[in-house]
């Protein structure tokens, strides 16, 4: 089945650009997906890729997918104290309806 | 409004004192699902659900049971809680298929002491 990594913590400065890394193994992923964990709140859908695509751009988000390496990345750009949160990456086959999530990355947004 | 909804939010209780957390959801939607989550473990998935009357184990089933016998309520069930279930649960529910949004409830934090 399908295993999703990514790092638990990342901190960044008020306006910088955070960028969350994800690994996945299953190469028939064809749906890849972020998920925004706000605190004291359940996950929800913040953006996602299908395989065919490189890239998607949603406002400050940006999706970037490396098939070759297996690689999911979120870029928040201009990023505010507001986007402090637990960043989940999701990831689901094509041979399943289930999606596999990571554990997590807790973005902190300092002044 | 299409949401998914927890009962309760916050709930202390003694160990091997049964306890039931219900979800429901109002989307129609076939799949649920229930999962734990803990600091530096990440959400771990521990029943799910692809439609009435079919449940399945997921990563961390042990000390937990569910039930699906309405479509639109997945009941997590501790017979006899102890103090290592001690965590914040999540229900989620999606459309089967591929690309589905999953919605999540907003969480029900339990201490067995």
């Known amino acids: 089945g399908e295993d999703v990594e990514q790092s638990l913590f990342l901190s960044v400065r008020e306006g910088d650009s955070s960028v969350i890394n994800c690994t996945y193994t299953?190469?028939?992923?064809?749906?890849l997906y972020w998920y925004k964990q706000e605190p004291g709140a359940g996950l929800q859908l913040l953006t996602y890729?299908?395989?065919?695509?490189d890239m998607k751009q949603d406002q400050r988000l940006t999706v970037l997918l490396n098939k070759k390496d297996k690689h999911l990345s979120l870029r928040i750009a201009d990023t505010q104290t507001g986007d402090s949160a637990i960043y989940f990456c999701?990831?689901?086959?094509?041979?399943?309806?289930?999606?596999?999530f990571g554990r997590g990355t807790s973005l902190i947004v300092h002044p | 409004e299409a949401q998914v909804t927890q009962n309760p939010r916050y709930l202390i209780t003694v160990t091997g004192k049964k306890l039931t957390v219900t979800c429901s959801q109002n989307m129609n939607h076939e799949y649920m699902s229930w999962y734990r989550q803990d600091p530096g473990l990440g959400l771990r998935q521990i029943y799910y659900s692809m439609n009435v009357e079919v449940t399945d184990k997921g990563d961390v089933p042990e000390g937990y049971k569910v039930s699906r016998k309405e479509k639109r309520n997945f009941p997590l069930i501790l017979e006899s809680p102890s103090p290592n279930q001690t965590s914040l649960y999540f229900c989620?529910?999606?459309?089967?298929?591929?690309?589905?949004?999953?919605?999540f409830g907003q969480g029900t934090r339990l201490t067995v002491v």
């Open positions: 890729i299908f395989s065919n695509m």
């Open positions: 989620a529910s999606s459309y089967t298929g591929l690309n589905n949004e999953a919605f």
């Open positions: 299953d190469s028939s992923s064809t749906y």
């Open positions: 999701a990831g689901q086959s094509g041979g399943s309806y289930i999606p596999t």
